[in-house]
């Protein structure tokens, strides 16, 4: 019974699985992250705040397609597991895929929360630089393990376990600015 439930997940309903996976998962970090706010004793509101984590879900679920789409086709242009073609991999996705994540991630988060685009525009450039070099800290080594040993039905996956941490890391990016104007409050 899940053996066949799983094949499923991870065959005919690949696109659906990464689709919920990417939301599910961004969902989870923003959990995380509120609990270590909450903790740190500088929280946003009192209490989990579950509207932030459906917008983070929300934007889980709009970069679900495009991660489906963008790992299927870099194996199809890149086939092979060699090094040569791992790096060139690792390249694409540090280059293209990084970027377009990023900005659709602040873009969309930035709109969900009620800011005009201009502002979701402005947010991402104060915040990209630092999301980004710390993109090239986690992605390349967790892309090569993946390249290399990981099934392409179940990379999607694998990228949403490991994207976990990084959830964390953007949860508390896209909310860093509004954390620091209660800090400064409280004292």
């Known amino acids: 019974m899940m053996?066949?439930?799983w094949s499923r997940l991870f065959g005919r309903y690949l696109w659906l699985t990464n689709t919920v996976s990417c939301?599910?998962?961004?969902a989870l970090g923003d959990i995380i992250q509120q609990r270590i706010e909450h903790l740190r004793g500088v929280s946003l509101k009192p209490g989990h705040d579950w509207h932030r984590t459906g917008r983070l879900f929300l934007v889980?679920?709009?970069q679900g397609p495009p991660h489906h789409v963008f790992y299927i086709w870099l194996d199809k242009v890149l086939p092979k597991k060699n090094a040569k073609v791992i790096i060139k991999k690792i390249a694409a996705d540090q280059f293209l895929a990084?970027?377009?994540?990023?900005v659709t991630f602040f873009l969309t988060a930035g709109l969900l929360e009620g800011k005009s685009f201009r502002g979701a525009v402005q947010e991402f450039k104060e915040k990209f630089p630092a999301v980004y070099a710390f993109d090239w800290c986690i992605w390349p080594p967790t892309q090569a393990i993946?390249?290399?040993y990981v099934p392409i039905q179940y990379r999607v996956l694998y990228?949403?376990?490991?994207?976990v941490i990084?959830?964390?890391?953007?949860?508390f990016m896209k909310h860093k600015d509004q954390l620091e104007k209660v800090?400064?409050?409280?004292?």
């Open 183 to 187: 800090q400064k409050q409280d004292k």
């Open 146 to 148: 993946n390249f290399y």
């Open 60 to 62: 889980g679920l709009s």
């Open 159 to 163: 990228i949403n376990c490991v994207t």
């Open 166 to 171: 990084w959830d964390v890391f953007l949860s």
């Open 23 to 26: 939301g599910g998962l961004l």
């Open 3 to 5: 053996r066949h439930i």
């Open 98 to 102: 990084a970027p377009f994540f990023a």
